[in-house]
């Protein structure tokens, strides 16, 4: 089966889309205008990405750019940047996500009206429980990718019963030799 995008991923970045959109500034009509157009075209590219309709949800960015133009100038207030940069940034970073990720997009609603999976939670969640119950903590840690990787077989192969006498045979005490070593002593 070919890799797809985790729609958790995906659903993350359009919550953050859609945060800012509704922090965007309606203090004259223009501005209230465009960001209605730009809360609607968010949840327009929610429902298409959500059915694997990427060359459309260009259309949606499109549309959401052609408005932008009504915050020009807008004062970030308190904030340390103003909403509609933000809004900006994060519309650039989710149009070379899915540029660089579209063959990876698939259609979620299909998928999950069939019984298929829609993201990786149900692996991280095992790979979160196995790292965890071997280090008997419930906290997040640093793995190298190849610590984590050796770890999660050794833990896998315990769980589903694999790992074998024979597995453990290449592990000696620290005071004992191995038996070709000791005979040849």
């Known amino acids: 089966e070919r890799p797809i995008l985790d ?10 889309l859609t ?6 500034s309606s203090d004259d009509p223009a501005r209230a205008g ?10 327009r590219l929610r429902w298409r990405l959500w059915h694997g309709k990427a060359k459309d949800a260009k259309a949606n960015l499109d549309r959401i750019r052609a408005v932008m ?10 904030r340390t ?10 519309l650039r970073a989710l149009d070379c996500y899915l540029v660089g990720q579209s063959e990876r997009l698939v259609n979620y609603g299909a998928r999950h009206r069939a ?3 829609v993201g ?27 610590g984590a990787d050796r770890l999660l077989q050794v833990r896998c192969a315990v769980y589903n ?4 006498t024979g597995f453990g045979q290449r592990f000696y005490p620290a005071n004992d030799l191995p038996p070709q070593m000791a005979a040849a002593a």
């Open 161 to 164: 019963g694999t790992l074998g």
């Open 81 to 90: 940047v103003a909403p509609s940069r933000k809004l900006w940034t994060a």
């Open 34 to 43: 465009a960001k209605a157009v730009i809360v609607e075209e968010v949840e």
């Open 120 to 146: 990786t939670a149900l692996t991280e969640g095992t790979a979160n429980f196995l790292v965890n119950r071997r280090m008997a903590k419930s906290q997040q840690m640093r793995w190298s990718r190849r």
């Open 7 to 16: 729609w958790f991923h995906i659903a993350m970045r359009l919550q953050h």
């Open 115 to 117: 019984g298929l999976r």
């Open 19 to 24: 945060q800012i959109a509704g922090a965007l």
């Open 69 to 78: 133009h009504h915050f020009r100038g807008e004062h970030a207030g308190r």
